[in-house]
Every structure is written in C-alpha cells, then in structure tokens.
C-alpha cells in the first residue's frame, strides 16, 4: 500500500480547498531541541507551503516553564487569524502535555489530541480525529480492504495511535482486539487478524511468522536502527501479508497529508462552514 502516490493526491486536493478557502494559518510550537520533532515540524510546514496554507512557526528552550508554553499555545488558540494550532509532541519531562493540549481551542485543534475530540470520535461522532489514524483508514479505503465484521488488532495503546485507531475500526465495524506491552500471548492474537495495525515503536516486534496470511498489515513504526529507519513490522512479512505499508514510504506521508486536511477542517469550522458539535471557546 503507497502512502506516496494516496498521500500525493490528498495534498492536491487540499491545495485545492485552500484556493477555494483564503489563507488558512497553521501555528507549531515546537519545545527544545529534538532533532526527530524538529525534523516533522520542517516537514509539516514544507508540506503547509505546499498546499498553500501559511505556517507559524513557533519555538521555545527546552528549559522553558509549562505555564509559558501553555500561555503561548492559549494566545494562538485565541488568536483570531490563526485556524490551527499544533504543540509538538514529545514536550520535555518537566512539562505536562495533558496540560498543553488541554490549552488549545479544540476548534483548532488540528492534531486530535483535546479530551474534547477525543470524546467525540470515543462516542462515534469523530470531529478532528488524529492524523496517523486517519492516514491508516484512508490507505484501508483506498486498497478496498474490508473492514466491516473482520477481525483487526491493534498492537499499541498509544493516545497518538493505538487508541484512536481502534476507535475508527470498530467505528467501522471491524472487531477490534488492542494489544500492548501486557498482552500474554501477542500471537494467538495477531494470526486471528485480517486488519493488523503495528503500532508499538518496537523495531521487528511483528514477526513474520505471527502475521495470519493474506492480511492486511498497516505498519505505524518508525524506528532509527544501524539498519537505517525500520518498521515494527519484520520484512519477510510482505511475503505472507496480502498486503502491507512499506517503512518509508507507507503511514508517514499519510500523516502529514491528513494534518493538511485536518487543517482545512478547522479552517471550515472557524469560517462557520462546518458546525463543530459543541462550540467554541471551551478552554
Ligand atoms: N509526535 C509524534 N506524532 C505526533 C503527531 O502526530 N502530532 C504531534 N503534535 N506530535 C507528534
């Protein structure tokens, strides 16, 4: 499955929505000095530029107190000219993130992550849901894989992913199963899944061998190895899937593109296009 070629396309007509919108903004806040954020933060706003939405970029010292950060993501989230706000994750270990997402305007928030729209996608009435999972179900969509009734498991619980993931597949229908670092017996799992989501940042965790043939395997890792960048999922794998996600190349691209399109949604719900279910200025 080409998370290029689908990726290509979304950005393309989300440039075509910007024309038709105005200038749509899209504030960062990227903390310390990471160099794997700083690098999405560069690709997300090359990606913006591309579509044609203004990015804002924002940064601050790792040592920069929580409350500054929250008062920087509240000002954005207040700003009238600013349609998304977007605080990289992970902040540094003195900085409460459920404290910072909580701070943007759930209206902007681009990234899905506000208890607001995640309680709206938990309760089946998604808002702005998280890019990652909506890449995975549009690479789903787009290769007419089936998911109503099938088996799929989650290997992740992450609130990024995993979580989330689960929500759209049995949104969808799918019997879900959500695996994690506990789970007893990973495999007894995994060879019942016809939809497999690797969503553990754990380089080679799927093996090939516990991947049921002619499944469906999304794979979510993104792991710098001496090997280079590696997936969760073993290679041999392609040789039992039906079909899979390449690590680059796969989920990636899907991301940025459905944070462009998420964007544009927010931009629809501040211009009063699109009613958001429970107003605005919630924080
Ligand atoms: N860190 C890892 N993935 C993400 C993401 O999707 N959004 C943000 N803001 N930070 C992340």
């Not at 404290?99 to 309760?123: E, M, R, S, W």
């Not at 998604?126 to 007419?144: K, N, Q, R, S």
């Not at 497999?196 to 999304?218: E, T």
């Amino acid at each position: 499955m080409d998370g290029r070629a689908l990726a290509a396309r979304v950005r393309a007509e989300v440039a075509e929505d910007v024309r038709e919108l105005g200038e749509i903004v899209l504030a960062t806040v990227l903390v310390g000095d990471d160099p794997a954020s700083a690098r999405y933060i560069g690709l997300k706003h090359k990606a913006a530029e591309e579509a044609g939405i203004r990015p804002l970029d924002h940064r601050l010292p790792a040592n920069t107190p929580e409350e500054e950060i929250v008062g920087l993501v509240a000002e954005l989230s207040a700003q009238g000219d600013v349609d998304g706000v977007l605080p990289q994750l992970p902040l540094p270990p003195h900085v409460d993130e459920t404290t910072v997402i909580g701070a943007v305007d759930p209206v902007k928030d681009v990234d899905g992550f506000h208890p607001v729209n995640a309680g709206q996608l938990y309760l089946g009435r998604p808002t702005l849901v998280p890019a990652t999972p909506l890449g995975i179900m549009a690479l789903l969509e787009e290769y007419d894989v089936p998911i109503a009734g099938v088996e799929a498991v989650v290997v992740g619980r992450s609130d990024i992913v995993g979580k989330p993931v689960a929500h759209l597949l049995l949104q969808a229908n799918a019997t879900v199963t959500v695996c994690h670092s506990r789970t007893r017996d990973l495999s007894a799992h995994t060879l019942r899944a016809d939809v497999l989501v690797a969503a553990a940042g754990s380089a080679g965790l799927v093996r090939a061998d516990i991947v049921k043939p002619g499944a469906a395997v999304i794979d979510v890792g993104q792991n710098e190895t001496d090997a280079g960048l590696v997936g969760d999922v073993e290679a041999e794998a392609a040789q039992r899937a039906g079909a899979i996600t390449p690590v680059p190349g796969g989920v990636g691209p899907m991301t940025i593109a459905m944070l462009l399109r998420n964007t544009v949604r927010a931009a629809r719900y501040r211009r009063g296009q699109l009613a958001f279910p429970l107003g605005r200025g919630l924080t």
